[in-house]
């Protein structure tokens, strides 16, 4: 049965070249298109490709440039923080010693004050110690004299009296003299 169905479609088939075929002309100039057309689309392929590298290499040397100042900018930010810092440290020490240097003068100010104003209140004392013991003496000799003479007055009649009157006045001449 194959074997008849086979020869029968062996007799409708006519025998020709192949160039006769379509099919084979199709893929001829598929071939011819692709061979014109191949090298073309492969320039420009390689050279869109090409291009888009060289702008991602591009890209990559910029991010790493930027990433670079990034990194010297960070650097210098924390050195000039830590400088900041030094020098906050050195202003505050600074300002700590200025302190302790005020409190030691305002200290001594005062202690020089206060021994100012013990010596004038001493000296004030000693002068109104001076001054009473004065006072006191010439009310003493106030006193004395006084006393004296109403004794004097009292016991001193007549002629005792002008007898003391007259030594008195001799001893004042030698005094004097």
Do not use: C, H
Not at 47 to 76: N, P, V, W
Not at 77 to 104: F, P, S, T
């Amino acid at each position: 049965m194959i074997s008849t169905a086979y020869a029968a479609s062996a007799e409708g088939v006519s025998q020709s070249a192949f160039y006769d075929s379509p099919t084979f002309w199709v893929a001829v100039s598929f071939v011819i298109f692709v061979s014109i057309f191949a090298k073309p689309v492969w320039k420009f392929a390689t050279a869109a490709l090409d291009k888009k590298i060289d702008e991602i290499g591009a890209s990559i040397e910029e991010a790493t440039k930027l990433r670079e100042e990034a990194q010297d900018l960070l650097a210098t930010y924390k050195r000039k923080i830590g400088d900041a810092e030094k020098e906050a440290e050195d202003i505050v020490g600074q300002a700590r010693d200025e302190a302790l240097a005020l409190k030691n003068r305002m200290t001594e100010d005062l202690e020089a004050s206060l021994e100012r104003r013990e010596k004038l209140a001493i000296d004030r004392i000693a002068q109104a110690e001076i001054d009473a013991t004065a006072e006191v003496r010439a009310m003493t000799a106030d006193v004395a004299l006084e006393a004296t003479r109403q004794l004097l007055i009292a016991n001193a009649k007549d002629a005792k009296g002008d007898e003391l009157i007259d030594g008195a006045i001799k001893e004042l001449s030698e005094i004097l003299n």
